[in-house]
């Protein structure tokens, strides 16, 4: 039997009120905690206790084993950062993030995810009902992340 898994990219540009230098430190699984209502992770490997290169941690899945993430490039001074996301017996996810001030105190987010079905029902999934999934979730992001920056607090989901 043979497979070919759908792969497809989505992308998103955010603007994020804050500089470059402070809004890429929050891009940690450790730091999510404080701005992401709902998110949850374990770390499993990591020098610093924060995100760096080759930094493994896990997230929880609905739907069957958790989901493994590994950091493959993380460039402090050029505000660029790559993981690969590995949710088993389902997809695999490349997602690369750069930042660039864009102005005074702003940042602009350019966000890719690349993704790569591993079942005929993930091809489905990403061919018909992923892009709004994904475009939810990035708005949700970059509304999440600028309250936080504006308030220093966490925005609870409606």
Request: proline share 4%; hydrophobic share 35%.
């Amino acid at each position: 039997m043979s497979f070919k898994g759908l792969q497809k990219t989505f992308s998103r540009v955010q603007i994020n009120r804050g500089a470059p230098e402070r809004v890429f430190p929050l891009l940690c699984p450790v730091r999510e905690k404080e701005w992401l209502e709902g998110w949850d992770y374990t770390m499993i490997h990591s020098r610093s206790g924060f995100i760096e290169r080759d930094c493994v941690f896990t997230t929880p899945n609905a739907g069957g084993a958790d989901t493994v993430w590994q950091v493959t490039r993380y460039d402090r001074e050029k505000y660029a950062i790559e993981f690969l996301r590995v949710t088993p017996a389902e997809n695999v996810v490349r997602i690369n993030i750069h930042l660039r001030e864009k102005g005074k105190g702003i940042s602009e987010t350019s966000i890719s995810y690349r993704y790569t079905a591993l079942n005929e029902r993930q091809n489905r999934f990403i061919r018909d009902e992923l892009e709004k999934q994904f475009n939810d979730s990035m708005d949700w992001w970059e509304k999440a992340i600028n309250h936080f920056l504006a308030t220093g607090t966490m925005l609870k989901k409606p």
